[in-house]
């Protein structure tokens, strides 16, 4: 199965969702599947990450969404001539909203959100928040009706690797107390220099020179260079880590460690390693507070309380055996590790939902789309009513599929279990004598009367929702006419209706 994921990574912005979104992708590859990134202003070493791990880059480059969009649908439409269709799209993104969901839900068979906020509207199958304590009630009037929603710890999606760790018994009997390693993990690209901060606090401790400190960092890290001078030159015993590829083993050979309240917190306690989480972002709030009530975390400081409070959360740790020991078990029991499987798994399975989807036409279309077009009810409400020859309709095929500006849609149905159902086609072109493009859609006789085109035509808005469609109907074509309406079509003159985009979920 071909999977999209649409995520994005920089030193500005950070790691931490394309970070995840690779842990899935190297779990659905594993599983047979063709997973392509679709990204703008990745560093040249995730792009190489990605192709080490043989996964697909589209790259991007739009200012904002709207130019987003138009691009992705064109290079979406385009990679389908060429691949076949798209099963699934995975979407890891705050700064792209339902809109962006909604035109690109109908070219996949199933759409997948993942999200940690809970605060805005989704269109989705499946939506995915594996923050601790989250609850599907959360995502209440936000979501579809038929959305699956996959949240809690235990849908926690850490790299494939921290499934393999240890039984919780070998955990616990290596976490007897702490001893002097302090493992320093802010974030992949710590965009915010948090890194720095703490060494700084760090070097003032009297005790500092006891422990000994590992920092890690990717290479396209903001301030890598800064740490990197600051290591050089502090008088504490401090070791460098670019570009970890395994991180379990390194928490492992750690007793404490100072980082972020993401998803790497989860990774810790998977790990018995209890950890100072310093709150970066506001996202991570609720993270940290459902970590502490689990009474799961040393300590959970916000970014301004380092100075004050930083060393003396590490000195609780270092000298009460029975709290670090309550904290080590406490984080184990939150989650297993298995989360990925989980998740990669409930992307998999079909869904019960009556779903309709988009894929590019090609050349296995030709013939069944000719027997369509042939059919006297399809002929009845044509400009041209005499039926071409199978040549003819052959050769317009090939012009449409080789054209920079025409689409050819299939309308594609599947239930659970049955091969592919094709529904109808719909076509985008520009009208030469119009400033609007137009659209035109006929369906397999075999499906009239079930409101196939109102929802075809519905989510083909969503699409081409930055754009102005037209559709040309003859006035006693009433079937076509009211479905336009519904659909969101407005009459003007000489029977021509224009699209109306309205966001829906």
């Known amino acids: 199965m071909n999977i999209i994921f649409r995520v994005d990574a920089s030193a500005e912005i950070g790691g931490g969702h394309f970070f995840r979104c690779l842990g899935i992708a190297d779990v659905l590859k594993s599983q047979g599947n063709t997973c392509i990134f679709m990204s703008q202003s990745l560093s040249k070493d995730m792009e190489e990450l990605l192709n080490q791990k043989e996964h697909g880059l589209l790259q991007l480059d739009a200012k904002t969404e709207k130019e987003e969009i138009k691009l992705c649908r064109l290079l979406l439409y385009r990679w389908m001539q060429q691949h076949g269709e798209i099963h699934t799209i995975i979407i890891d993104h705050y700064q792209r909203s339902h809109q962006w ?27 995915l928040d594996s923050s601790l304590g989250r609850k599907p009630i959360d995502y209440e009037k936000l979501l579809p009706e038929h959305c699956q929603v996959l949240a809690g710890a235990e849908f926690t999606p850490l790299r494939y690797e921290f499934s393999k760790c240890p039984p919780t018994e070998k955990i616990i009997q290596h976490r007897q107390h702490p001893k002097n390693k ?20 760090l070097e003032d401790w009297k005790h500092g020179p006891k422990f000994q400190f590992s920092v890690v960092l990717t290479s396209g890290a903001k301030y890598l260079a800064n740490v990197a001078n600051k290591v050089k030159k502090s008088p504490l015993n401090i070791t460098l880590h670019r570009d ?15 980082g972020a309240a993401g998803t790497s917190a989860m990774e810790r306690c998977v790990c018995g390693l209890p950890s100072v989480a310093i709150g970066i972002v506001d996202n991570q709030m609720f993270n940290i507070q459902q970590f502490m009530k689990a009474n799961a975390l040393l300590a959970a400081l916000d970014r301004h309380e380092l100075e004050e409070k930083l060393v003396s959360s590490i000195e609780k740790s ?17 989650c297993d590790g298995k989360g990925i499987l989980r998740t990669a798994n409930a992307f998999q399975a079909e869904l019960p939902a009556y779903r309709i989807w988009f894929r590019a036409v090609n050349a296995m279309d030709v013939k069944v789309m000719y027997e369509w077009q042939c059919h006297p009810d399809t002929r009845k409400y044509s400009r041209n009513p005499e039926p071409p020859s199978f040549e003819e309709h052959q050769l317009w095929v090939e012009r449409n ?30 009208n030469s004598e119009r400033e609007h493009n137009e659209v035109s859609i006929y369906l397999n006789p075999a499906m009239y009367g079930q409101g196939i085109a109102t929802r075809a035509l519905t ?6 929702q930055e754009q102005k469609l037209e559709a040309y109907i003859q006035p006693d074509n009433k ?22 985009y309205e966001s829906k979920i």
């Open 101 to 127: 969901e909604s035109a690109f839900y109908p070219i996949c068979k199933r759409f997948v959100v993942i999200d940690d906020l809970a605060n805005r509207p989704h269109m989705a199958d499946i939506l």
């Open 182 to 201: 302090v493992l320093i993990a802010m974030s992949a690209t710590d965009p915010e220099n948090m890194t720095e901060t703490v060494l700084s606090i």
């Open 244 to 258: 970890v590829s395994n991180m379990r083993e390194l928490y492992f050979k750690h007793d404490l460690a100072i």
């Open 318 to 334: 270092a000298s009460n055996k029975q709290y670090y020991q309550e904290v080590v078990k406490n984080g184990l029991a939150l």
């Open 401 to 430: 599929l080789l054209s920079s500006q025409n689409q050819l849609w299939m309308l594609c149905h599947q239930e659970a279990g049955t091969k592919e159902e094709k529904l109808g086609v719909i076509r985008i072109s520009p």
């Open 459 to 464: 989510l083909l808005l969503g699409i081409y």
């Open 479 to 500: 079937a076509s006419v009211k479905s336009f309406l519904k659909a969101g079509f407005r009459p003007t003159k000489q029977d021509w209706y224009i699209a109306t």
